[in-house]
């Protein structure tokens, strides 16, 4: 498949979405296009859980695919996940990679635990983005490095942490012969 790429629809328009989608592109298929859709995730506003948050990139990726008949859709969903066995709130990065034979992978970024004093406002519903916002006194930070990069000081950004999601999303296609419904006599 690696040859077979020419076209790739991102279900965003956000500038760290677009950025990271094309950094990730650009490495495995150099002379690729990246095109920005403006996509509905259809989940709400601020994902809860890894099933939402998948959801959520799935969404962006399938609709940004059918809407544009790209080579491959990407969708990439921020999300907040409660582990109370590791510490509270975690931010974290999804992406899926739509193919137009149907099939759609994913991929995770990380997670980074959340100040407890940002709990409250995402408890009543608030996006992350805004409420961080509001905490360092800054504006629409979710479109530049993100609560990630805030929280680790710019030694990891939104666009690094969607990218490392988008890239192990990207693994079944980069090694089909591993991801075949074949049965292998051989294996490692």
Known sequence: MRNKIH???????????????TRVVRYFWPQ????????DSGVSPQPWGVAETIAGARQRALVALERTRADLGVGLEGGIEDIP??????????????????????GSGGRVLLPPILQPALERGEELGPAMDRLIGQKDTKRTIGSVGILTRGFV????????????????????????????????
């Open 85 to 106: 066995e590791g510490g509270g709130l975690f931010i974290s990065g999804w992406a899926a990679v739509a193919c137009p034979d149907g099939r759609v992978y994913v």
């Open 32 to 39: 690729a296009e990246v095109i920005a859709v403006a996509v």
């Open 157 to 188: 950004t939104r666009e690094q942490q969607f990218a490392v999601a988008l890239a192990y999303a990207l693994v079944p296609l980069l090694y089909p012969e591993w991801w075949s419904s074949e049965e292998t006599t051989t294996s490692p």
């Open 7 to 21: 076209r790739v629809a991102v279900g965003s328009t956000n500038p760290v979405k677009v950025k990271a989608t």
